[in-house]
């Protein structure tokens, strides 16, 4: 299996793609990579922002800062915020 085989497993998450549209505005832009198996690494959700019309994600810190940089210790566990 693909669990058995694979060293690290990931997902992406849009919860904009699955809100109702009334309620797309919330949640506009945000993403997860959500870390499920890493063989040598901890697993956790790290938060991204999507740019839609580049289909893009960037790290909310380099977001927020203006900055390339990947977040120091951005990985948090758990789902949602």
């Known amino acids: 299996s693909i669990e058995q085989d694979a060293d690290v497993v990931m997902f992406l998450f ?6 109702a549209a009334e309620n797309r505005h919330e949640v506009e832009g ?5 870390i499920s198996k890493q063989r040598n ?8 922002f999507f740019h ?6 960037d790290s909310v810190v380099a977001e927020a800062s203006g900055s390339n940089a990947a977040p ?5 566990d758990g789902f949602g915020p």
């Open 72 to 76: 120091a210790g951005g990985i948090r």
């Open 52 to 57: 839609k019309a580049y289909t893009r994600f």
């Open 41 to 48: 690494g901890p697993t956790g959700v790290v938060p991204l």
């Open 14 to 19: 849009r919860p904009e793609y699955y809100a």
């Open 30 to 34: 945000k993403a997860e990579l959500i």
